[in-house]
């Protein structure tokens, strides 16, 4: 079983920047792909980046170049580096764990859910 607890939300101006943390108990955490997910208001909640147990990355398009995901196995711990921020940026944030599905690569399956951390960003 893994917990998390995310952290580091709040509400900037456009062009703006924030780093969002996730904090994970449980030691199985390395081996898990770790990701973040967002959702506005009226909207489905969509994938953001993924991180998998080896560290290779992968982004949505809409934050390319502008988010970074990272992870700290020691502080079991995982971020989300955001800068250039836009208001279409705005929504909760959530990280999440999942099993791989074969040695470290990531299916679309996450087990494990924080409670959210809100982002807004203003115009």
């Known amino acids: 079983q893994v917990q998390l607890l995310e952290s580091g939300g709040g509400s900037v101006q456009a062009g703006g920047s924030l780093r969002l943390s996730c904090a994970a108990s449980g030691n199985t955490y390395r081996r898990y792909c770790m990701g973040w997910f967002r959702q506005a208001p009226g909207k489905e909640r969509e994938g953001v980046a993924r991180?998998?147990?080896?560290?290779?990355?992968t982004y949505a398009d809409s934050v390319k170049g502008r988010f970074t995901i990272s992870k700290d196995d020691a502080k079991n711990t995982l971020y989300l580096q955001m800068i250039g921020l836009k208001p279409e940026d705005t929504a909760m944030y959530y990280c999440a764990a999942g099993e791989p599905i074969l040695g470290s690569l990531c299916g679309s399956k996450y087990n494990y859910w924080g409670q959210g951390t809100q982002v807004t960003v203003s115009s």
């Open positions: 991180i998998d147990s080896v560290g290779i990355t």
